[in-house]
């Protein structure tokens, strides 16, 4: 063979290489290009079943408290009580919800501004700091532009880029995110904002409040007496202020005070699927036009509980007489 016809054979085995090379190339980027159309697939069916399954439970919470009776923190009859203290209940398809009753929150509209100040301080917020807060939300919802001692009017918020304050009432917890100070440290406002409300309504129910608000409702309070109204909450003996003076030492008196849930509650929601829990605050309206519940306000939020956590939860009522399998009693006490 002549050197131009072997020189000629080894062109061609570089080109036949160099075309196996370029499909081999070519066939796994769309290989893996098909791979990741089928994990898009598969992650969009899961968050679609997800928004499904979200769905179910919040009707299926919603009807529960609409037509069960109240009771001592929740509402429920003698045998199965769903308490409104934000304990987690799960469904069989692995929907989770927690239902809060509004009057166990600490509104920022009505509530007491030395109870805010004691929540602040247990959140490891210093004097100062916390007096600061309290005088720019007093100046954003106030109806005058008088700047308080550490607070903020209109000057403050243009000096910091931000629209001014409305001067009324706070429509959402959301709002909080818009004032100096608060703005500051996002995760703290996320953390308190699981004990805080909107609410016009100055009521406060000792049977569902978190233990955050019962430490700053009781500042001088003690470990032992705190645990033991959580702990005796879950039975029919805290039924009056003087039965929580008697049993725990506890002073609570007002005509504030009540000891069942409010026509308010909040719901937070999540499902395998979702990345993020969806949060809704909810309003009883028997006569209401729109049916029996009005919805006031929806978001996302982070998810509260770790999927492990989730699976100890009871069993929400309703997936029980769907013929699911027995769970702890639904007012047993969680810790």
Known sequence: MRRSERRQGGYVLVTVIGALAVVAFVALRFAERIDTLRRTAVDFDEYVAARANVAGARAATQYWLATRPLALGGRGNATVVVREDDRPFRFPDGAVVQVQDARGLLSLNSGDRQVLFNLLIADGLEPARAQAMIDVLDDYTDADDLRRLNGAERSEYAALGLPPPRNDWLFSLRELEALPLWRDDRERLARLSRSLSASLLYQFNPLTASPEVLRAMFPRASAAQLELLMTLRASELLNSTSAVTQLTGLALDGEHIHFAPGWESRLTLWAPGLPRALEYNIRLTPAGPSGP??????????????????????????????????????????P
């Open 293 to 334: 519940w009005v919805i006031l306000e929806q978001h996302s939020m982070p998810r509260p509980r770790s999927p492990h956590d989730l699976s100890a939860a009871p069993l929400f009522p309703l997936s029980r007489a769907a013929g699911a399998q027995p769970a702890p009693h639904a007012s047993a006490v969680i």
